[in-house]
């Protein structure tokens, strides 16, 4: 119940812009649509090792027309992907099977302050048996496009299309 509010927080104002060189915004597909992503600040530990921090959750929502944009904290420096959950239905509540980034690998980037960063797309597909069951398993895959990115900020976020750029991304285990 604690997270049952932030769905409907994460969204971001269409009129976001970079007003500060602190503001640093990230843009991710993700498909499919009931597919709720959760990114969360951290840090690289050893240098091939993600390590989330205590209140590090940065976004938790489903895509809008296939993306998600979300803005880093001042002072965030690495981000990650730390859960991609199939939701059945259209209550939050109702959980799915789900991507653990934290029991295999996570797509981790770093926060550029004062930018606007698109990174790839994530799609979330559902294996074996399909009973919707958090005991199916899934896998995610990812693919670069951005120009799709770009054309979702023109149509939602439009002071944002023009400073987007492509982030630097990597996977690494958590």
């Known amino acids: 119940m604690l997270c049952a509010g932030c769905n409907t927080q994460a969204y971001l104002e269409p009129s976001a ?48 027309d296939g993306f998600i944009l979300g803005k880093a904290r001042a002072g965030d420096s690495v981000l990650a992907v730390t859960q991609v959950q199939l939701l059945s ?4 509540l109702s959980f799915g099977p789900s991507f653990d980034g934290c029991s295999s690998q996570t ?12 990174l790839t ?7 074996g048996g399909h009973t919707f069951s958090q005991s199916d398993t899934v896998s995610l895959t990812h693919k670069d496009d951005f120009d799709a990115a770009r054309a979702f900020l023109k149509a939602h976020y439009p002071a944002l299309a023009d400073k987007v750029e492509q982030g630097s991304y990597r996977f690494l285990p958590c």
Not at 40 to 53: C, F, T, V
């Open 17 to 64: 812009a970079v007003a500060t060189g602190s503001d640093a915004y990230f843009v991710i597909g993700v498909e499919p649509a009931n597919a709720r992503t959760t990114v969360s600040a951290g840090e690289i530990r050893d240098g091939d090792h993600y390590h989330m921090l205590d209140f590090g959750l940065r976004f938790l929502n489903r895509p809008q």
């Open 107 to 118: 797509l981790v980037f770093p926060v550029p302050q004062g930018k606007v960063v698109y």
């Open 89 to 92: 239905g259209e209550s939050d």
């Open 121 to 127: 797309n994530l799609t979330l597909t559902l294996n």
